[in-house]
Every structure is written in C-alpha cells, then in structure tokens.
C-alpha cells in the first residue's frame, strides 16, 4: 500500500499565488534530490514538485493487472512508474515517482573517465561537443554523492554472471570490475553482507516511516526494489532534505515558468488527484496553482526539462539558440548472450543466473583513442544486465516447440493413466518434464553497452509533443563497435550473440537520455554554464543530465548527481543579486468592443501559415531563419463582425477574432482569448490599405503573448494583388498589449505566414451571416471589400487617358 500522506499536493484548486520561497526544485531525480537537500542543509527554503507518486518498500506492483498499470500518463489514469518514450530514431524509458531514475536505474555509481571530458571535439553537421568542467571539478563532489549514497562494489564473487564477466574479460584482455552500488549488501559498514538482514534507520530518518533489508539477490533492481535494499533518492537525499526542512510534494506537474519583475520566477503546476488514478481525465484543463522563488531548478530529466523549457520559451526571451541541442542516448545499446557453454571446449549449458543478484554486477571497460595508450574508437563499457526471476518463466514459455512438445507428452501421459493404459500413479517425473530442464534461460545473459556515442542531436516541440531528430547513422561505428565487444564476450562464454530485435531497424532504447540544454562556456556554446545556470536568466538552473553536452560514458547517474553538488555549493556561496524586471510585460486590457445590439452577424474562417524566429526582428529574415530551422507558425481564425452596418461604417472596420494559434517554439497550440480584425485602415497614403490582425495568447506556462500582424494593401509595381492580401507580417510580443503599448513590448520574435490557394479556396466556403437581413450584410461587406481593392488596385483596369 502506498503511503502518500507525508507528501502534500498543496492548497485548494485555485488560481492564487501561494507565497515565495527560496527554491522550487522541479523533479526529483538525481540533480532534484541532491538540489533539495544541499539547499535545505545550507538553510534555503526549499519546494520540490515530483509529478509521480511516493514508492515505499512493498508498494512496487509485481502481479500482471499490477505491471499493466505501471505506466504514467495521467490523461489515461495511469499514474505508474515507467514513462515510454517514442521518436524517430529511439525509444526512451524514464521514471515518475518520489526519487526519479533512482526507483529503476540499476544502481552503479561510475565516475566519467578523466580524458573523456573533451574539449571542442567536432561533431557532424556542425559543431562541437565541449565540456567546460573536468574531472578534476567534479572528484570531491563524486566522493560526497558516494558517501550519501552508500557506493559499496559487489561483494559476492560467486555468483554465476559475475563469475563468467569475469572470465570473459580476461580471455579478451580486457579491464573489468565490479563497480560501486548504491544497494545496501549488509547491515553496517564493517559487517559481512547477509542478504535479508535488516538495515538500520539513518539519523535523518526514513521518509517512507517503513523498515528496509539488505539485498536478496533478486534482480529486481530495474522494476523497483521492495526491499528497500536500493539506496534510492527518497530513502537517502530526500529523507534528509525533509529532515532539514524541504517541503516535499508529489503528483505536482508543473506547467509552466515565468520570470518576474525585479528578480525570481514564477511556477506554475497542476495536481493529479490520486482518486483519478485508474479514470480517464482531461488533465489539459486542470487548474494551475502557482508558486513564487527566488530560484528555480530544473531537474526533470533530459526529456523533462527541455520540454518545459521549449515549452516556455517565449517567457525566457534571450535564451541561448543551443536550446534543444546536443541531445544523446549516451551510446545506450542492448545485446544477449544465448545458449552459453562450460569451458573453452563449449561442452554442455553453462550457467550464467541472469536473475541471480542485483541487476549490474560487473563492468567491461573498452578504451578510447582519447585515452592514449593504444586504443582507437570511441570508447564503451558493456555490462551484465540482470532481470527478475519471474523473466526466466516468461522466457521459458517463449520457447514454443519446448513448450508444445512437453505439453504434449504431459496430457499423452495423464490421458493414458485416465483410461487406465499405465498403473503408474506417482507424476513427480511428469511434471518435471512438463516445467523442462530451464536451460534456455539459464544460459543466457543480457548485455547493457553504453559509451560515447555522437551527442548531435535536435529536441524540438512538433505540434506541442516533444520530438527528437537524432539517428544511429552518425554513430554507425560507435555501436558496431560495441556490438564486436559483446559478440567476442559471447564467443569467450561459448554462447551465441544476439542482437535485440529493434537494432534490425537501426533503432534503440535509451535509458539514460542526455543533452538539450546544455552547459557551455557562452550562449553560443550552451543554454547554461558550468554550474548549470541559465544564461542571461539568473537563478533560474538546470540540473540534470539535460545539462550535459555530450555522453558521460560510464553510467550517468554519479555524475549527474555530482554536477548538482557542485552548482549548490556555488548558489549558497554567491547570493542572487536582484536584476532589472524583464518578466513578461504587465497586462494591457484589450480595447473594448462597442455595445448595443448586432441585428446582423457575419463570419468568416482564415487561416495562414509560415514560418518565425526569436530574437529576430525583420519579418523577413524572421522567415528565412524559421523556415531553415522548420520552426513553422499557423493560425486558424474565425472573424466575427458582430453587427455589418456598423463594421462597414466604422472607418477602422473592426471585428473580433477567435481560434487558435499553433507555435511549437512557443510551446504548441496556444488558444486566442482575445483577438481583433481590421479589415482595412487607411493612414497618409491614400493608396496604401492595412488589415490588421492582434491575438492575445498565453503560452502553456501562463505567460501573455500578443501576435500583432498585418497586412500591406499596396499598389508597388506589377500585379501584386494576391500576394498582397494574403501575406501577413508578425511579431510576436510579450505581455496582453494594445497599438498603444506596442511599441515598448518586449519583442520575442518575428515571421511571414500566407493564405495557400486550397486554404483560401476553403476559406470561401465559410462565410456565414445570421441575423434579419443576411443577404444584404454580405452584399455590403462585398462592396466594402471590392470597393477597397479597386482604390488601391484600380488603375490596372482603367484606360490611360482616364488615369488621374
């Protein structure tokens, strides 16, 4: 039974702001937890919001129905704990729950190798990946993350798949080790491990108030440890970050990042209701609460963080162009050893008990070109990658022939004994036959590779979804190299490689996602620096592998954590300085529309689409940047002219406009709450229409956003007719302004979007008039329109002596 009471969702529903604290911490994952807790140690108050849910001893779902439901996508009523991940060229598998990627990481704590810290190494395509910290940088803070977390190196040596890495290794000439775990193996520092044993209770206490053991062996490492066993984020960090005061919530989502006026930012989160765990909800119209800090840290994942940065983008004006950059799967690639043999004479099964021990016990180490003592390549390390015992039934029963065969004998058997064919009685035989000798899966060992693969990589938001362009074709010969490592450890076992079924499509599954706002040494090198802050937004960090600019090699998971220790430190040594106010520009009200009654309505639907881009303020240049980027701008929009006598009178001639503005650098489908129309205006030159077009949006953080378009009705030379009225130039502003305020908006970017002949042909189709006198609303707002065009157009069509 899961025990969520310590861990608070927050206030009523309701639009209020809940005060301000020092830090909200966003996820609560490697960089998440060691953030909470150093902060809160170094008296910062301190707020974390975990999307997922809290995961104590014995809450770990095991049954089928359990597993089932074990995925997280709240709109679906699935509030589990693994997050499937599909792109292009990979698939991706993160955790949501109270302590992050520690619930199902496989516990070994690497240090990145020293020489694999490299500095502008060229990447295709363009580009480099630098790392602006070294080894050097990050050492104490690994050996403070190791202390936290209990790294303790496998202590068994007997063990079947420890045993056989072992031998293989040293057939191959290879390094290998069993590398620091965060599993607790025995009671106390100085005891003999003894699996099942009980663990003591820390001095910062147990934020689950539920007692632990030392590991069994079982292999359940990857599926969440119900032994508490794992040393994971929530039975060490952020059991001591609660005891030095964080607050600590669960099932928050946050939404949404603002700066504000004078210095810190505003947060802004929805609560998934656990009783909607298991029903269907429309989790997009959720009430946002909103929160205020001196410092935000993001620490969601590389997938998690980058999205609500991309997300967010129009709040975060200036934010370095590497945004979405430098994304990798850290060379993450998995292989399997079959129908391995005892000896180099391969005479008989051997047995390898994949699900006997914590998941990763050893770890082959293959050198790199960087390491310069001989090697070439790129360089890997491939581990065993154990799995629970109840795979080894799954597995079993995957062998049909086996399976039909025995089954066979079986029901022969018992069906002769039935008609009294065979006296014998006693079936103890029988059903050993039946279950088989489990040699297939005794023999056999998952192999988990991972490296330093091309960190080359593109996040991006595609329609509002998070998307990647990332392919295995620029690391071709990383993963064939590792694929060599793993077919000469099979060779070395007598057993067979093989690949996992989606290498046949070149594809991958990552679990240690890296890269999309990385660190760099300036903007034009990376979204934040060497402590992880953001560029030209101060206090706002990201600390998780999203910082990363290329592959660790080695697992992650040390390394990240330790990245975060080190930028703590440096946030309670540097006070942030308050800064000018650049947060989105106060609200305007819109002007008002005029009043009385509209005895005649007409509408219209329009829609245009393009290209923008930030930081640019020439809509043409705008245009050319955004389409070389495929960072595309469309809207669709219903214009309403409440009242056509009026309308047509009115010498602005304007009408309201609803509908929807889509923008994935703006965070996707972005509803207009407030939209007007000018069909044409009229200034000094009396050749010379506008149509006007301004949207007030907010992004899907809550940040105002006002598109002001227009369109330039011109008679320049030659027949300009069409592209005249169907082009229309934007920019994009921050803050819900009018003309009056436009002109001190902060600008976030600029584009050109057209009608296409097969929109506007539709478009045609749309006009609609209701009211008592339909008919004449649209022959007056034709007569406007033509009547408007031939003024400026007109002299095309009259003969030249009538010219004036």
């Given at each position: 039974?899961?025990?969520?009471?310590?861990?608070?969702?927050?206030?009523?529903?309701?639009?209020?702001?809940?005060?301000?604290?020092?830090?909200?911490?966003?996820?609560?994952?490697?960089?998440?937890?060691?953030?909470?807790?150093?902060?809160?140690?170094?008296?910062?108050?301190?707020?974390?919001?975990?999307?997922?849910?809290?995961?104590?001893?014995?809450?770990?779902?095991?049954?089928?129905?359990?597993?089932?439901?074990?995925?997280?996508?709240?709109s679906e009523g699935l509030h589990g704990l693994f997050d499937i991940w599909s792109f292009r060229g990979l698939e991706g598998i993160v955790s949501s729950g109270l302590g992050g990627g520690s619930l199902i990481y496989a516990n070994v704590l690497l240090r990145k190798d020293e020489k694999w810290f490299v500095h502008e190494s060229p990447l295709p395509g363009g580009g480099y990946e630098n790392w602006p910290i070294g080894r050097r940088d990050l050492d104490p803070h690994y050996d403070d993350v190791e202390r936290m977390l209990g790294a303790t190196p496998y202590p068994y040596e007997d063990t079947p798949k420890t045993a056989a890495m072992r031998e293989a290794a040293e057939r191959l000439k290879l390094q290998v080790s069993r590398p620091p775990l965060a599993v607790s193996f025995a009671s106390g520092p100085d005891e003999a491990p003894v699996p099942g044993a009980p663990l003591p209770e820390p001095e910062y206490g147990n934020i689950h108030g539920l007692p632990r053991e030392t590991c069994r062996l079982t292999g359940e490492c990857d599926v969440g440890c119900n032994l508490g066993a794992k040393n994971t984020l929530d039975h060490t960090y952020l059991s001591a970050a609660r005891h030095r005061g964080a607050d600590i919530r669960t099932r928050c989502e946050v939404r949404g990042l603002t700066p504000r006026p004078g210095g810190g930012y505003e947060v802004s989160y929805v609560v998934h209701d656990p009783a909607r765990e298991g029903h269907r909800t429309p989790t997009g119209r959720l009430p946002l609460r909103r929160i205020h800090c001196k410092r935000l840290v993001l620490a969601a994942g590389a997938f998690g963080s980058t999205y609500l940065l991309l997300r967010n983008r129009s709040a975060l004006r200036g934010i370095s162009p590497t945004l979405g950059n430098r994304f990798c799967g850290n060379g993450d690639l998995l292989g399997l050893v079959l129908k391995a043999t005892r000896g180099s004479a391969g005479s008989g099964p051997r047995k390898l008990a994949s699900s006997t021990g914590p998941v990763i016990t050893s770890a082959i180490r293959v050198?790199?070109?960087?390491?310069?003592?001989?090697?070439?390549?790129?360089?890997?390390?491939?581990?065993?990658?154990?799995?629970?015992?109840?795979?080894?039934?799954?597995a079993e029963v995957a062998q049909v022939p086996g399976s039909v065969r025995r089954t066979a004998g079986f029901g022969l058997h018992r069906l002769r004994s039935r008609l009294g064919l065979t006296p014998q009685s006693n079936i103890s035989g029988r059903l050993a036959l039946l279950l088989g000798p489990g040699v297939f899966s005794d023999s056999a060992l998952p192999l988990l590779g991972m490296g330093r693969d091309v960190p080359d990589g593109r996040m991006?938001?595609?329609?509002?979804?998070?998307?990647?362009?990332?392919?295995?074709?620029?690391?071709?010969?990383?993963?064939?190299?590792?694929?060599r490592t793993m077919s000469d450890v099979a060779d070395a076992l007598g057993g067979e490689f093989h690949d996992n079924p989606l290498w046949w499509t070149r594809r991958v599954i990552t679990v240690h996602p890296l890269g999309g706002a990385p660190m760099g040494r300036h903007p034009a090198e990376g979204v934040c620096d060497s402590y992880g802050e953001v560029f030209g937004h101060p206090g706002l960090y990201v600390l998780d592998g999203a910082a990363l600019p290329g592959p660790v090699g080695a697992n992650p998971s040390l390394t990240i954590a330790a990245f975060a220790d080190r930028a703590c430190h440096r946030i309670l040594e540097q006070p942030l300085a308050p800064r000018a106010a650049s947060a989105s520009a106060p609200t305007v009200a819109g002007a008002a529309t005029t009043d009385g009654e509209r005895p005649t309505s007409l509408s219209f639907t329009e829609e245009m689409k393009g290209h923008i881009a930030l930081d640019v303020a020439d809509p043409h240049e705008g245009q050319a940047l955004g389409r070389a980027r495929n960072q595309r701008l469309m809207f669709r929009l219903t214009i309403t002219a409440d009242d056509v006598?009026?309308?047509?009178?009115?010498?602005l001639h304007q009408a309201g406009a609803t509908g929807h503005v889509e923008c994935d650098v703006l965070g996707g489908r972005l509803p207009v709450e407030k939209g007007w129309f000018n069909l044409f205006t009229r200034d000094d030159d009396p050749s010379r229409r506008r149509m006007l077009y301004r949207l007030h949006l907010r992004d899907p953080g809550g940040n105002p956003l006002t598109l002001v378009g227009h369109?330039?009705?011109?008679?320049?030379?030659?027949?300009?007719?069409?592209?005249?009225?169907?082009?229309?130039?934007?920019?994009?502003?921050?803050?819900?302004?009018?003309?009056?305020?436009?002109?001190?908006?902060?600008?976030?970017?600029?584009?050109?979007?057209?009608?296409?002949?097969?929109?506007?042909?539709?478009?045609?189709?749309?006009?609609?008039?209701?009211?008592?006198?339909?008919?004449?609303?649209?022959?007056?707002?034709?007569?406007?329109?033509?009547?408007?065009?031939?003024?400026?157009y007109g002299s095309h069509f009259t003969p030249t002596g009538e010219r004036a």
């Open positions: 039974m899961t025990h969520e009471a310590p861990f608070p969702a927050g206030p009523e529903n309701d639009a209020r702001v809940e005060g301000e604290v020092d830090v909200v911490v966003v996820g609560s994952g490697f960089g998440g937890s060691v953030a909470a807790y150093r902060l809160a140690d170094g008296g910062l108050s301190v707020v974390v919001l975990e999307r997922g849910k809290p995961y104590p001893p014995g809450s770990f779902p095991r049954t089928p129905a359990g597993m089932a439901r074990n995925f997280w996508d709240p050198g790199d070109a960087l390491d310069e003592d001989g090697s070439t390549g790129r360089g890997h390390y491939v581990e065993d990658a154990g799995y629970p015992a109840f795979v080894d039934w799954l991006s938001l595609r329609r509002g979804h998070l998307d990647i362009d990332w392919t295995t074709l620029t690391s071709r010969r990383y993963f064939e190299r590792v694929r006598d009026r309308f047509v009178a009115d010498p369109k330039e009705v011109h008679d320049d030379p030659g027949f300009d007719i069409w592209s005249d009225t169907s082009t229309l130039y934007v920019r994009m502003v921050a803050g819900h302004v009018t003309a009056d305020g436009d002109e001190h908006a902060p600008l976030l970017g600029t584009g050109i979007i057209v009608i296409l002949a097969g929109d506007f042909a539709q478009q045609l189709t749309t006009f609609r008039a209701s009211g008592p006198h339909p008919a004449r609303a649209l022959q007056s707002f034709g007569r406007l329109f033509l009547g408007e065009l031939w003024d400026v």
